[in-house]
């Protein structure tokens, strides 16, 4: 067995001094839940909101202490809550959902395209009904679900549009950043993200009362209206502040933003070419005028043509030093929480269930058998084309591929003998 590649972190000098700085200042947080000018964060919190308005071309952006709080934000700061619903796809992290029910709002599950593992845009309109108030768009492995085709179903049915672009940031559609085209998109800032600071999330808009409605919730907003003499708001605010030190760190990070982006972009080029002719492999699909991140390079597995299981192939490949994803994750609405049906304690079903909500809420298994099928039989992840990783590397991992096609009959066999005992 090959010893398995461990990719490094990508932080440097620089952010190691930018930690020292703010640590030798003493303000590790210049937040206060008061009116004023420390209402907004300090220096690093609104040096690192001004860099994401210049980068993506955006009018506001809010930091917060994680993506995951950035979305329930957006949530809260579009006035989404009981009776309402929102659609999103089932696979993708489960803060996605999460976010809408913290609010008291209906998650609805729409399916996927398998060719770009996004949601589908079909589906999207299939769901619609006179309680839906929003579309949740989810950015996933890197590339954007088809916005422009959504957008117009936005449109037409007047919904919110919101972008969880957590694992995406640099990536395009046309000449717009996927994240900025929606009303209101979030970034990640967690340690698995490919520039990060421990944790943290950037909400981002072009709309003032959004902003200002996310600014509010960061921070007890319901507790500074009175000051800013705000009697038309109705909201209430808890504390997602990103501190200083994660705000000096996340700059540094940010700064090598597209430097990060295009190694993956190259390697995952140069890795697309060498995979073309394994039969059963179907390789990253990106549509015309997308450009894809690849926060990790997926794959779909078609047993049928590569004649062993998925799992049996995953199990060889981590056998030579190569560690990959099956599946990621089960379809959301698997996960108790929707199959029972309550979230707070028994016979309490809000806000699934109750006055407010007068729709019916459909969690059964095969509500979205493209997402299905892909969790439990298809899809397979890879991070090899992360920095600081090279050309070398892929070739080993396209060595171990060919290794395992060179020897499916053993395998098979060996299918055949684990499936007796």
């Known amino acids: 067995m090959r010893k398995p590649l461990l990719l490094r972190t990508s932080f440097g ?118 309680r839906t108030k929003a579309i949740m768009v989810v950015a996933l492995y890197g590339q954007g679900a088809n916005l422009p085709k959504i957008m117009k179903i936005a449109k037409k049915y007047r919904l919110r549009v919101i972008e969880d672009n957590a694992q995406s940031p640099g990536a395009k559609i046309g000449k717009d950043f996927v994240g900025t085209i929606g009303d209101v998109g979030i970034f990640s800032l967690n340690c698995h993200k490919v520039i990060n600071c421990g944790e943290g999330g950037v909400l981002v808009t072009n709309n003032a009362r959004i902003a200002y409605r996310a600014q509010l919730v960061r921070n007890h907003g319901e507790v500074v209206l009175d000051d800013l003499k705000d009697r038309d708001t109705v909201i209430f605010g808890t504390n997602y502040r990103l501190t200083e030190l994660q705000a000096a760190v996340a700059i540094e990070q940010f700064k090598k933003l597209d430097f990060l982006n295009n190694w993956r972009i190259e390697l995952a080029d140069y890795l697309t070419s060498k995979l073309r002719n394994f039969k059963g492999i179907i390789l990253p699909d990106t549509k015309p005028g997308f450009t894809h991140v690849y926060y990790q390079y997926p794959m779909r597995f078609i047993k049928k043509e590569v004649g062993i299981k998925r799992q049996t192939f995953a199990k060889a490949l981590r056998a030579e030093g190569f560690p990959l994803g099956e599946g990621w994750v089960q379809p959301l609405y698997f996960f108790p929480i929707y199959q029972r049906g309550t979230i707070y304690k028994e016979k309490i079903n809000c806000p699934f269930e109750c006055k407010y909500y007068d729709g019916k809420v ?46 499916l009959e053993e395998l098979k066999l060996y299918e055949r003998k684990t499936k007796k005992c």
């Open 13 to 130: 000098k620089e952010e190691i001094e930018a930690a020292k700085k703010v640590l030798s200042s003493g303000i590790l947080s210049d937040f206060i839940g008061n009116a004023g000018e420390k209402f907004l964060g300090g220096k690093y919190v609104k040096g690192l909101e001004a860099a994401y308005c210049r980068k993506f071309n955006v009018k506001y952006a809010v930091a917060m202490s994680s993506a995951a709080t950035a979305l329930h934000a957006a949530i809260a700061a579009l006035g989404i809550g009981p009776g309402d619903e929102v659609i999103l796809p089932p696979i993708t992290m489960s803060a996605t959902a999460t976010a809408i029910l913290l609010n008291n709002a209906v998650p609805v599950f729409a399916d996927i395209e398998k060719e770009t593992i996004c949601i589908d845009p079909q589906s999207i309109e299939d769901k619609i009904t006179k």
């Open 362 to 407: 459909d969690y059964r298994k095969g509500l979205c058998p493209a997402a299905e099928d892909l969790c439990n039989k298809e899809l397979m992840l890879t991070g090899i084309c992360a920095w600081p990783l090279t050309k070398k590397h892929i070739d080993l991992f396209v060595t171990a591929i060919k290794k395992i096609f060179d020897n």
